[in-house]
């Protein structure tokens, strides 16, 4: 069983970085994929970044390329998405997702995902 829990979402002025993490308390993390989403109320979610099983595979979109990296930690049961150069429209709910390893889904697509955490909040204002 898998249980996700996000931190990490607080309000940043533009340029900043912030370093979100979710923590999964179960016993078989290192056997999933993670990935991030973010999603504004009301919109779809939208992929940020892939982190596969050995952590050895990290994408984001081009939008994101260069600014947001994500990683993980299979001692700690923890994945991590760090950001950097934030921006006004950085700002949503981002939440981490996860799926078995052998599972050979569309990362992009968040339906691919078995687990999510409940999401934590980023806004980036001045």
């Known amino acids: 069983q898998v249980q996700l829990e996000e931190a990490g979402g607080q309000l940043v002025q533009p340029g900043g970085s912030l370093r979100l993490s979710c923590a999964d308390s179960?016993?078989?993390?290192?056997?999933?994929?993670f990935a991030w989403f973010r999603q504004v109320p009301g919109k779809e979610r939208e992929f940020v970044a892939y982190?596969?099983?050995?952590?050895?595979?990290?994408i984001t979109t081009d939008s994101m390329k260069g600014r947001f990296a994500g990683s993980r930690d299979n001692a700690k049961n923890t994945v991590y998405l760090q950001m950097n150069s934030l921006k006004p429209e950085d700002t949503d709910v981002y939440y981490c997702?996860?799926?078995?390893?052998?599972?050979?889904?569309?990362?992009?697509?968040?339906?691919?995902?078995?687990?999510w955490g409940q999401g934590t909040q980023v806004t980036v204002s001045s």
């Open positions: 997702a996860a799926m078995p390893f052998s599972a050979l889904r569309n990362i992009y697509d968040d339906s691919s995902y078995d687990y």
């Open positions: 982190i596969d099983w050995g952590g050895r595979s990290t």
């Open positions: 179960g016993r078989t993390f290192s056997t999933y994929d």
